[in-house]
């Protein structure tokens, strides 16, 4: 199966940052779309940012200006930069890949908590 590595959660202080990392299957030849989520408890799993084959890219209100997303193609990895960052941002992360529409493939997730 395809397989999702993520890295780079932690506990964090207000006002700093992480990289989190998500490393593909090499085996993959192309990825028509790459996603991060997140969920906090009790919460529904919002979509956080996404960047397309094409070069899209798109955020949530809530994080534009603070959060981007990029992605490497050899190998297959894509990275969320996470910038001033608050205690509602809170939650687990989670991984998305869109290989070939509609099937999704998920990463387990990884927690970032942002408190003092």
């Known amino acids: 199966q395809v397989q999702l590595v993520e890295s780079g959660g932690g506990l964090v202080q207000p006002g700093g940052s992480l990289r989190l990392s998500c490393a593909v299957s090499?085996?993959?030849?192309?990825?028509?779309?790459m996603a991060w989520y997140r969920q906090a408890p009790g919460k529904q799993r919002e979509l956080v940012a996404t960047?397309?084959?094409?070069?899209?890219?798109y955020y949530a209100d809530s994080v534009k200006g603070r959060f981007t997303i990029s992605r490497d193609n050899a190998p297959n990895t894509v990275y969320l930069q996470i910038n001033s960052l608050k205690p509602e941002d809170t939650a687990v992360y989670y991984c998305?890949?869109?290989?070939?529409?509609?099937?999704?493939?998920w990463g387990q997730g990884t927690q970032v908590t942002v408190s003092s």
């Open positions: 960047i397309t084959s094409g070069g899209y890219t």
């Open positions: 998305q890949v869109i290989i070939t529409v509609p099937t999704a493939y």
């Open positions: 090499r085996s993959i030849s192309s990825i028509y779309r």
